[in-house]
């Protein structure tokens, strides 16, 4: 089955509108397309948790923070459409950018605190962007649902607080980051990778999990965190934007996993920014 493909709003809301009058319940899977199996895996959660599903496209201007990597994010959207052919999704929203920022669009939504770290830090505007882009398409979309990877866990926590303050009536569901065979986090970035630079990409994921291992065996993290650099920039990381142990629930630094914790990375890997982060077992 093809699947539909809505290009406005009013045609967004005439569909949900008959959908919530039937009483059925809607998911939404916001995207910027280029999808992989991790987009694919958040699109069966939806559908198995709700009665109907939209998936939006929107690469969105106001979350990039160099016009360079805007022209150079993958676009698509005939491929994307075919792929989600089998989820038999309820539509497509794909609008433009006058579906989105109308002129004279003035508004940001900012979440203040758990931005000024990790990718906040280094990527400044970006999590605005991200906040502003998913307010319009929560509110656009009237769902009930929204789904969303682990993958980018501090989007993950910065959407859930964004909803939850202004009080828009959706659930924001968490779902794992899914990983190629040899570990490596499945993100549409990694179509940007040279084969040279994809064969290396996985080493992160790798020092990640050691890192990991020796935090569970009680070794601080102050001890581990310049040689987990040093493994990245032997492997042949350009630079690392950040290497952290955090709390899942404030993001805050920590030495030890003794609340649930997870171990955030950025790193650059030939003109490509990588990101992941992976959870650490709560020490005893
Ligand atoms: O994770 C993404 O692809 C984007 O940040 C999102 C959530 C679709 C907002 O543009």
Redesign the pocket.
């Known amino acids: 089955m093809t699947t539909p493909i809505i290009r406005t709003l009013s045609e967004l809301r005439a569909a949900t509108h008959a959908w919530h009058m039937a009483g059925e319940t809607i998911g939404v899977v916001?995207?910027?397309g280029a999808l992989h199996d991790g987009h694919l895996s958040l699109v069966a959660a939806a559908k198995a948790g709700c009665d109907r599903v939209i998936v939006?496209i929107?690469v969105?201007p106001k979350?990039f923070n160099q016009a360079s990597d805007l022209d150079n994010y993958p676009r698509t959207e005939e491929e994307d459409a075919r792929k989600l052919e089998r989820f038999r999704v309820d539509a497509v929203y794909a609008p433009d950018v006058s579906q989105i920022y109308p002129d004279g669009f003035s508004t940001n939504v900012s979440v203040t605190g758990m931005t000024d770290v990790l990718c906040g830090a280094h990527r400044p505007g970006h999590f605005d962007g991200?906040a502003t882009?998913?307010t319009k398409l929560f509110t656009q979309s009237s769902a009930d649902k929204a789904y969303?990877?682990e993958k980018?866990f501090q989007?993950l926590m910065v959407?859930r607080r964004m909803a939850r303050d202004l009080d828009i009536p959706i659930e924001v569901v968490g779902c794992p980051t899914i990983r190629e065979e040899d570990g490596l986090a499945m993100s549409?970035r990694n179509l940007l990778l040279s084969d040279r630079a994809r064969v290396k990409a996985p080493r992160l994921s790798e020092v990640m999990s050691e890192v990991a291992d020796q935090l569970s065996q009680g070794v601080v993290f102050s001890e581990l965190q310049a040689d987990a650099v040093a493994k990245l920039d032997l492997a042949g990381f350009t630079s690392v934007d950040y290497f952290e142990l955090r709390s899942c629930a404030d993001l805050s630094m920590l030495e030890r996993p003794t609340e649930p914790a997870r171990l955030f990375a950025a790193a650059w890997l030939a003109g490509v920014r990588l990101i992941d982060n992976i959870d650490v077992p709560v020490a005893g």
Request: charge should be negative; avoid cysteine; charged fraction near 5%.
């Open positions: 916001p995207t910027m939006t929107f969105n979350q991200v882009v998913v969303f990877g980018d989007q959407v549409s």
